[in-house]
């Protein structure tokens, strides 16, 4: 017998009462039975975000019965009387007085391991807490379990002199603070290595100063003249010598031509141009010298003396 009635009809009341750190949602599923709405209750990670979690209902002579579905959200699972799964339920039962239905959602448990079978030259541990290995004990693999969803961020440190080097499996590619998403089991391992020796750095190889190069050395200079031998260095080098004449012109014979002498008696200026040995090889030059020398006036005819 209920005890208690409902606008005349015997009538009680069930609530579903929710617990633990995951999501999932309860419901009934025959709304024919009841007055005032169906259980809707609805929780994510550990806080009810839909709260119609009870409902009233009236036997109408048929006895009262209750259908449900529980579904627990990804990464959860369910725990009743009847036991904990991790896929909808679905079912019914009977009830004949007020009653309180209890359902905890938990998140799932993803296992987070470090160092499959590799050696350690270093420590890694995480945050939140749950990995601290390698560093000491030099532990092979040790592994952590972790919520569903959390996020888990993985400290590499190599003992010194030691370097990091890189990581392996799930934080493969990340710096040596590696951040990962438990969504499933997970295992990662941690390299080091010996620092690399230093290298010396190469001095710069000092540029060679160029060497001024000497400038020839003008040779001794010397004026010529008609009827002199040459060249104090004539005997040493060459010479050559330019003449230039300007306004007379030289007869095939080598003497002057009458008809182009200024008829003052005077010579034009004489350029004697001397070079010395070697001076369109670089090496000492002749210095030109330019000499004009009056040629002495004709002498008279000669005649008979006057007494």
Known sequence: MLARL???????????????????????????????????????????????????????GFGLKIYYTILPA?????CV??????????????????TTI??????????????????????????????????????LVCAAEFNYGDQVTLTAS?????????WTGACSGQPAICVL???SDKSTDALFAPAPSPTATPKPTPRATPRATARPT???????????????????????TASLSTGSSASPSGSPDPAS???????????????GGGALLGGGAGIGVLAARRRPPASPPAGPLEP
């Open 6 to 60: 409902c606008s005349g009809i015997p009538c009680a009341t069930v609530e579903v009462d929710l617990d633990g750190n995951g999501s999932g949602t309860w419901q009934s599923t025959n709304s024919s039975y009841v007055p005032d709405g169906v259980i809707d209750c609805e929780q994510t990670n550990g806080v009810i975000t839909v709260a119609r979690c009870s409902a009233t209902y009236k036997d109408l």
């Open 218 to 240: 003008p040779t001794a200079v010397s004026s010529l003249v008609p009827g002199d031998s040459g060249s104090p260095n004539s005997s040493e080098s060459p010479s050559a």
């Open 181 to 183: 998403a438990m969504t």
């Open 158 to 166: 190599p003992r010194l002199p030691d370097v990091f080097v890189r």
């Open 261 to 275: 002498d200024p008829g003052d008696g005077d010579s034009l200026p004489i350029l004697l141009l001397v070079l």
């Open 74 to 78: 990804t990464g959860s699972s369910v």
């Open 81 to 98: 009387t009847s036991g904990c799964f991790d896929d909808f339920k679905s079912g019914y039962f009977e009830f004949s007085d007020d």
């Open 102 to 139: 209890g359902a905890e959602f938990r998140l799932d448990k993803e296992t987070l391991t470090i160092g499959e079978g590799a050696p350690l030259r270093g420590g890694v541990t995480s945050a939140p807490a749950g990995i601290d290995c390698g560093d000491a004990s030099l532990d």
